[in-house]
């Protein structure tokens, strides 16, 4: 798993504060990620009058942004040796797969749409 986090053998005990602020921020962007796309987009869609593929270039934007930050934190566990650290990859691996299903169900939305 290091090497293909490219952490290599190196464990820095400090990296922990880094990876517990990228995991909250991580999180915090899922939350609005999830807030705009379930939430908001359905009521204010029809009220502005704007279709899914049109809003769908946001939460592409958010679920990329929510990936990086969560390899990030993958990383920095590592990095950290933190005792937590298979939990923590799995946990984000499932929420990258999750995230990556709905960039792709996002971009088919936006080409079901093009003219």
Do not use: Q
Not at 82 to 93: D, K
């Amino acid at each position: 798993m290091r090497r293909l986090l490219r952490v290599g053998d190196v464990v820095d005990k400090n990296a922990i504060l880094g990876a517990s602020r990228s995991t909250t921020a991580a999180i915090v962007v899922s939350g609005i990620r999830c807030i705009i796309t379930y939430l908001l987009i359905p009521i204010l869609a029809p009220v502005i009058g704007i279709s899914d593929a049109a809003s769908a270039p946001v939460t592409i934007a958010l679920s990329a942004v929510a990936i990086v930050m969560g390899i990030s934190g993958v990383r920095r566990f590592w990095i950290a040796d933190h005792r937590a650290r298979w939990a923590y990859t799995i946990f984000i691996a499932v929420i990258v797969a999750l995230l990556v299903v709905g960039i792709v169900l996002d971009l088919a939305s936006i080409f079901a749409s093009a003219p």
